[in-house]
């Protein structure tokens, strides 16, 4: 039984981060301002490494876990380096 709660709670978890990347998606195309572009950014990129590390769970294997971890430090640095360089105008001072 706990085996068949496990498969049905990773499908439901799926499901709803590829609802929440639809979600993110659509304001990276039609948000208003770049303020907006870089949060469903964010967004996108946080439900995308979590989504790996389900189908990871799923699977059995660590390769997922690893590459979500990768995604995770790029996508941080990649928020702050846009974040700055729309405070600042520039990246490297």
């Known amino acids: 039984?706990?085996?068949?709660?496990?498969?049905?709670?990773?499908l439901l978890?799926?499901?709803l981060l590829a609802l929440a990347m639809i979600?993110?998606?659509?304001?990276m195309i039609r948000g208003p301002r770049a303020q907006d572009?870089?949060?469903?950014?964010d967004a996108f990129y946080v439900a995308a490494m979590l989504m790996l590390v389900l189908?990871?769970?799923?699977?059995?294997?660590?390769?997922?876990f690893?590459?979500?971890l990768v995604i995770g430090i790029l996508g941080?640095?990649?928020t702050v380096a846009l974040a700055k360089?729309?405070?600042r105008g520039e990246v490297i001072e």
């Open 1 to 10: 039984m706990s085996a068949a709660i496990l498969h049905w709670s990773l």
């Open 13 to 15: 978890s799926q499901v």
């Open 23 to 27: 979600a993110a998606a659509s304001r």
């Open 37 to 41: 572009r870089i949060l469903a950014l």
């Open 55 to 64: 189908f990871g769970i799923r699977v059995g294997t660590a390769v997922y």
């Open 66 to 68: 690893e590459v979500a």
């Open 76 to 78: 941080f640095v990649s």
């Open 85 to 87: 360089f729309l405070m």
